[in-house]
């Protein structure tokens, strides 16, 4: 494609230099030979530039490139995305449903849908309009996936599961499991509380591979509109996540959570209320490992566990690794008061 | 169903008000509509019911419910969880095996029992009375699965893996895979150490979606009566999880450790012996994000990492929280010291 | 097969006793029977020894075995293991191909490769020479399997992985699954950035149960030769795992995390660079649930949150542990300053 098309679809950014240099493909500025696009996300990249074959760049628009043709944007990231998205689009199977795959009677499949081979779609259950079933995906009974959806290879949608449109789950994960629940019985055992409830998934989602998310006891989990799963995280039973928030790979929140719009949770942290569920406000951070076990205002950033704000945590620990000098100063203070005139206690 | 038959099925409960009223489902008491049956737990969720608008309700003796029939009981939360397995029964697939799933020749299918789409035994296997396979689920040869279990889509039981009866296993569960043993050969490399044990899986166990048994090197890693695993849990090989013990989600213990009976294992927490394997006492209580790598005694209660009692790491966290000031005051005494007179060092 | 055969094919170890002897099995010292060969890591084992009513052992030339048949070798733990694979060699699928099997037009299958019931294997993808797919396993288009690999039930390879010989895949794993890129798009919500590269698994790899290994944006995930990855470990995109490492179970790496050789990453432990990928020197051990979020140099040993150095964060836990009473003694000296003779501030 040449550089002026790929520069137009982006939004007619300008393009300096060659605008019909032509790029077969993208690449990083590491590996990328003479025909490929490539980015510069700052000037701070300009070193890998200097070195690199690489034949076009996206790229802010103070930075030098080198004399390379070179498309112009204020964010030459996200604009790197799309073009990657033109040069390279993923592939898309073929419409249609493989032999060896089994749909119930009922089935409603959306108009260019692909159900790959072994997969299985239950009763009552619809699948959208250019949506992707990959090989070996379990729907269960009454599920609904909406509109240019992509399932991948293995993924469970238990009975009852929601999904809008444009909703991606990568390979191995599950929805709708049942819910944690368990109640003491009269012998002292545990006894299975039914999970009668669903899972709903909003448009724009992406959910990580083996990534569980439970079913409610009652009513929905909901995960809200734009929100990205990452690999194996927990979502417990009832949670509702809120539009646009992140969750990184291995996390976990405990049933019942509500998290706000805009939360990010990094990666292997967690939210499970002491007292009962834990509601987190929009736009919270909550840190890499951190354990949070009690509500937190929109706008938190915290750190640690148990989650401290993001500036205390800090000043703790660096004070919990100097703690065996902190210890001997105050031994010395000790040594030094026995030592000093002191008047009797009253 | 009438309430007088839901509380005459839940032990003959005593009915408070119209026994002819009839529930045609269940609900939360934020949810539920005039035809449907909730529950309140504790007199602490009054004020939900006062303005809900659930038709009847199962409610501890001593708490007003605004005039509502409501079925009287002791353990509220209990019953309520029976009257859904009565009013909102979960599906069951019809019996017999669907023509895409392919059964070794030998195996021996119990009674009753539904093997779904896709799925695979593998020779020697049995599938006792009324049991469900549900679809793509994957059987290893020599694999024994009780009556009355339902393993979900995705599942894996590796070879001679043996499950008593009412067993659950939420979708992509693997029993069975490898225990992780290496040892470095000559050359300084790992080399396999071959698993050849297998897990055995006792009566009514609950084992969570993405949560990973491993066999055991020799032996069996043995998952006991009643215990509840939630979601991506680690079981290491050779494991002995006691009877009724719940290890909630993301949670995970090393090769060799032993469980006792009742032991609850938090959200996240994990045991691996630092000098070999752990040994846990009965109803020890390890809490979320836990880490333990020594051995527990009986009715221990634990925190944190590395894992300290209860209370001593309560009070251990409030200190740390203000570490910063500490120093400070621990520096204002130097301070104050050194402009103390003092006696000349001996 | 008799223990001197046994000795030869271990490469010719010394026989104490009976050479004759024939041994049917494998097992440990607590379950073997008479007919069974076992192993003693060391003196220390001796009293389980004493007890145990097994046959012959593998033992250190120094350790007294009760006056059974022994097989005499300086590594009786790396030993056994290969006596295992003797005595008990794990079953191996018959050649060919499962009718129900669908395999694309294109697939090159190497000589005696096997693929099992309802596996599915995209165009263009190549499976060597007595490598295994087990059913329900699904390879996308364009994936290279090498010889003598195991891949196990329900693993998912996507399009363009890579696999080299004798690589086995536990039950659930998922390779080449989207790393998880976004960028911020004009209306603030998250935008996928295409992630187009692959991963490459080296020769003797083994990779756990629900283990996921996420695709490259751009290049290649790559995990060296004879890494060990356990169960439900998370590896982000554009990660390189350097030759013989180890990581243990729930651990996890964020994307572009550099891990060098030999490296341990104990179980639960994890590591995200704060302000860009971390680069792990080679032979690092990094203890059970410890956080790194910065560089390490070849041969850190490291522990907690953030991590430490191992003596130093032992030192500090200590200290942990009894902060309330650090506090009560600095309270004291306050005190004891407060009614000491003071100067007055100049």
Redesign the interface.
Known sequence: MRLGEVAARLGNRPVQGDADFTVTG???L??GGPDALGFVRSARHASALASSKIGAVIAPPEVEVGGRPAIRSP?P??DF??A??LL?P??HPAPGV?E?A?IAEDVVLGEGAAV???A?VGAGSAVGDRSVL???V?L??DVRVGADCVI???V?L??GSVLGDRV?I???A?IG??G??????EQ???????Q?GNVVVED?V?I???T?V?RAR??STRIGR?V?L???V?I?HGCQVGA?S?I???S?I?GGTVLGERVIM???S?V?GATGPARIGDGTFIA??A?V?RDLEPGSRVW???A?PER?WH??????????E??R??RA??R??A?????P?R
Chains 1, 2, 3 share one sequence.
């Open positions: 993208v690449a990083s590491e590996d964010s990231s996200l995305a799309r990657v998205a390279a993923p592939p493989h060896s089994r790959g081979a072994g299985v990959h090989p070996n379990t269960y009974a991948h290879a293995g469970v238990r009975e991606v990568q390979p191995g599950v499991g049942d944690f629940g368990f109640e003491i019985d002292g055992h545990w006894e299975k509380v039914p009668i724009d992406e990580g591979a083996g569980t439970d009652l009513g734009g990205k990452d690999n194996l927990q417990g646009d992140v990184v790979a291995q976990g405990a990094m990666c292997q967690g499970a890499a490992r354990g076990y640690g566990f148990p401290l205390r000043r703790a620990v660096a004070v919990f690794a100097k703690l065996p902190l210890l100063r105050v203070l000790e030094q008061g030592e000093s005139p002191r008047r206690p």
